[in-house]
């Protein structure tokens, strides 16, 4: 099954967007695609037809993949609550609420057939997986039990994209520093590089990109400038948003943007599996 996951080099810096922009652009392509995440923990949750929970980044991005939302596009739904915990789902069933130590130990097992599981279903009425990682891939003392990154890249057999945000600063040493920290089979999955959140003319970075291609050897797939108010509802909190107007589809134009700052061609070739 062709597909593509979606990194960052730290929380925040917009994975949930450019899956959701992906899922519509690979739509528009005319294939059947499936937005992906592992585990997701937040408290913010939609639910499917059939009364099962799920996050509502993947529900959202289900809809710009013009598909229908199911439970196997985030097996694993984490709320947080107070003093630590968190409640647990795996494929909408709940579980008690355990603290992060307990999870860790008591669910890795589980978890991992559960993914299995999902990307078993998906593949079979998909064309392709938009996949979401979580947080950086680089935390190297959580890597032993992780489920949301680079395992699941290895699951699915799938290359990765790596998305850095330059608003925070620090994003050239990110990006390096995310690289050196990854395995080397697991670096070698890394088969693009996507700047976020650029404010001003993103010509003024071009140093910055061929710094990154140079130093790294890995392309960079685009400068995406930042979009205000793009009316998307977002996957862990609730930034306030200007209304769309009602003749807009918020996905068609979020997508745009992305697509006019990315070498779409090179993306596509991605996903497809064209690229070295």
């Known amino acids: 099954m062709k597909g593509i996951m979606v990194m960052g080099t730290a929380s925040d810096v917009g994975k949930t967007m450019i899956c959701t922009a992906l899922c519509r652009l690979l739509s528009d392509e005319g294939m059947r695609v499936a937005p992906f995440k592992s585990q997701n923990m937040s408290r913010f949750s939609a639910t ?3 009364g099962k929970e799920m996050s509502r980044a993947q529900f959202l991005q289900a809809e710009a993949a013009r598909t229908k939302p199911v439970i196997e596009m985030n097996p694993i739904l984490l709320k947080p609550l107070d003093g630590r915990k968190a409640d647990v789902r795996f494929f909408g069933e709940a579980f008690d609420a355990v603290d992060g130590m307990e999870y860790r130990e008591q669910f890795f097992d589980r978890g991992i057939k559960a993914i299995r599981m999902a990307l078993d279903r998906l593949s079979e009425s998909f064309d392709v997986l938009v996949i979401e990682g979580a947080g950086s891939p680089a935390e190297v003392n959580l890597n032993d039990r992780e489920i ?3 395992r699941v890249a290895d699951m699915a057999d799938v290359p990765v994209v790596l998305i850095a945000d330059i608003d925070r600063g620090g994003a050239i040493a990110s990006i390096v520093g995310t690289l050196q920290l990854l395995a080397p089979e697991h670096r070698a999955r890394v088969k693009g590089i996507i700047i976020n959140k650029f404010y001003g003319d993103t010509a003024l970075f071009q140093e910055g990109v061929d710094f990154i291609e140079s130093y790294t050897g890995i392309r960079v797939a685009g400068v995406i400038p930042h979009m205000m108010n793009h ?3 977002e ?8 209304k ?3 003749d807009v589809d918020v ?3 979020w997508a745009a943007h992305v697509k006019r700052h990315i070498d ?3 993306v596509l070739s991605i996903v497809e599996g064209k690229v070295d």
Request: net charge negative.
């Open 244 to 246: 769309s107007p009602v």
């Open 148 to 150: 949301v990154n680079m």
């Open 235 to 242: 996957e862990d909190m609730d930034r306030a948003q200007s």
């Open 251 to 253: 996905y068609d134009e």
């Open 264 to 266: 779409w061609p090179f």
């Open 48 to 50: 499917t037809e059939d």
């Open 231 to 233: 009316g998307i509802e």
